[in-house]
């Protein structure tokens, strides 16, 4: 993600990953440089998620030429929420200020134990007024393959409606802190791909969904 170029003399190898109800920004910090690293800090920029580091990052220093040093750090729900799908990352040593970008997996925030009743689907339907339509260019589009492929990632059938010569497919989950999210997939016999519609509780994960279905439904 980091490399010594731009690190000043910092490599930075991470991922986001998922512990239960957790997530963890592992990362793997190694001193390409010349010259001793102190003064460590890292900050995680405002996000589509509300997601900052739950725990200071902590480095035995000095982080001495050719040595590494990994560590999991716990991340925290609740920010303050901004349009930017990208975690974008500032990483503090003696020597500057380095910048990174990292691409938080949409299937982490996915809670696949969540359940959503049909009833429950509805009011939240209704009262959620902003949405997001967008084709999906995809040979999948029977009723079994499309449950298939969205239950493997928790987002569950909820019912479906019958509009000859169209079928609206309907699905929810929601995410490890709580945000509903909701689909309406139409399938159109004869017709190449599909037509979605999705509603979420917090709109500034619309465009993450949009792209994680996208994907996910090729």
């Known amino acids: 993600l980091l490399t010594p170029d731009r690190g000043y003399g910092l490599q930075v190898d991470a991922c986001f990953t998922a512990q239960g109800s957790r997530l963890i920004f592992d990362l793997t910090l190694t001193n390409k440089g010349q010259q001793p690293l102190v003064g460590f800090a890292l900050q995680i920029n405002k996000n589509a998620y509300g997601l900052s580091l739950a725990d200071r990052l902590q480095v035995p220093e000095p982080l001495v030429p050719g040595a590494s040093y990994s560590a999991q ?34 299937h982490l925030l996915i809670d696949k ?16 007024t902003q949405e ?29 409606r019958s509009n000859p010569p169209k079928n609206h497919l309907y699905y929810a989950t929601r995410t490890i802190f709580g945000k509903a999210l909701l689909l309406e997939v139409t399938v159109s016999p004869g017709a190449p791909g599909l037509h979605v519609c999705i509603k979420a509780e917090a709109a500034l994960l619309c465009p993450p969904l949009q792209a994680f279905l996208e994907m996910t439904l090729r």
């Open 113 to 128: 134990k969540a359940v959503i009743e049909k009833q429950e689907f509805l009011n939240i339907w209704r009262s959620v």
């Open 132 to 160: 997001s339509q967008f084709a999906v260019s995809t040979a999948v589009t029977s009723e079994g393959a499309l449950q298939q492929k969205l239950a493997a990632h928790g987002i569950n059938f909820i019912a479906n």
């Open 73 to 106: 750090l716990p991340l925290a729900f609740g920010g303050v929420e901004q349009a930017i799908n990208d975690m974008q990352i500032a990483l503090k040593t003696n020597l500057g200020v380095a910048y990174f970008v990292d691409q938080l997996p949409f």
